[in-house]
C-alpha cells in the first residue's frame, strides 16, 4: 500500500497540493484527474522517489520512500513519464531491457530468463514484432507502448504512468488502460496514471484520485461520482457527466 500523510508540495510559495492523506491499495488501478497545473504530474514523480522536495511522508508498505536506497526503490517503482525518445539505432528490445537493469547486478548480463521477461513485456503491449526496430523510427505512441513496456520488464509491484495514453488512437487507449487494469488485478500491482480522458478514467479504473484547490480527494469510481466533485471541477452541465456514463455502460 501507498500512503501520503499530511503531504505538501509546490513551488517556492505556492502549493500544489497541500496537507493531504490519502492511500492507494494493492491490487488496484487508479487514474489521476485534475486541470492542467494542477499537480498530477508534481504527484506522481514524489511518490516515484523522483521529488523529494515535499513536506509529510510518503510510505510503501509501511517504510518512508526517503529512507529507501535508489538501487533498492528500483525494485519496488517503475515510472513512465511523458518524454519519448528518439535515440538512433536504439532498438526497441533494447529499451525494454533497460527496464531488467535493477535485476541483472552492475555487469548488465541478460539471463535467459531476462530475455523472456523482455520479449512477453514486448508481448503484452502488443510490440513483439517491432523488437529489432529503432526508436526513431517509430510514431509517438508505438514509442510510449516502448516505454510501458520497460516498466512491464522491471517487475516492480508499483507503476506510475504521466499521460500514458496521450498520443495514442482511441481504440489503443482502451487496450492499454485494460492491461494496465488486469495486471493490477492478475499480478496484485499498485499501478496509478494521469490522464485527461475522464472516460477512460471512469470505465477502467477501480480508483479516481482527483486534485483540486490544493486538494487531493480519492474514492471509488461511484464514490467519487456521487461525491460531484468531477462536476464541480470541470464545470459539467448537470446532465453532462450521466449521459457520458450512460454512453460507457453501453
Known sequence: ??????????????????????CFNNAS????????????????????????????????????????????????????????????????NEVVALGRAPHTGWMGRMSQKDKNIVFEALNSVG???????????????????????????????????DEPTSFLDLPTRFELANLLHNLAHTKNKIIIFSTHELDIALEMSDYIALIADKNLYCDTVSGM????HIQKLFKFPGEYLQKLLSAIKK
Not at 2 to 22: A, H, M, P, Q
Not at 225 to 228: A, K, L, M, Q, R
Open 1 to 22: 500500500m501507498i500512503e501520503l500523510k499530511n503531504f505538501s508540495i509546490g513551488f517556492g510559495n505556492r502549493y500544489l497540493l497541500e496537507n493531504v492523506s490519502t
Open 29 to 92: 488501478l487508479s487514474a489521476l484527474i485534475g486541470r492542467n497545473g494542477c499537480g498530477k504530474s508534481t504527484l506522481l514523480k514524489a511518490i516515484s522517489g523522483l521529488n523529494d522536495h515535499y513536506s509529510g511522508n510518503i510510505t510503501v508498505d509501511g517504510v518512508d520512500i526517503k529512507r529507501i536506497p535508489k538501487h533498492k526503490l528500483s525494485h519496488i517503482i517503475a515510472f513512465v513519464n511523458t518524454t519519448r525518445p528518439r535515440i538512433i539505432n536504439l532498438r526497441c
Open 127 to 161: 510490440m513483439d514484432d517491432y523488437a529489432e526496430r529503432t526508436m526513431d523510427s517509430l510514431s509517438d505512441g508505438e514509442s510510449q507502448k516502448i516505454m510501458i513496456a520497460r516498466a512491464i520488464a522491471q517487475d516492480t509491484p508499483i507503476i506510475i504512468l
Open 225 to 228: 461520482i456521487e461525491s460531484d
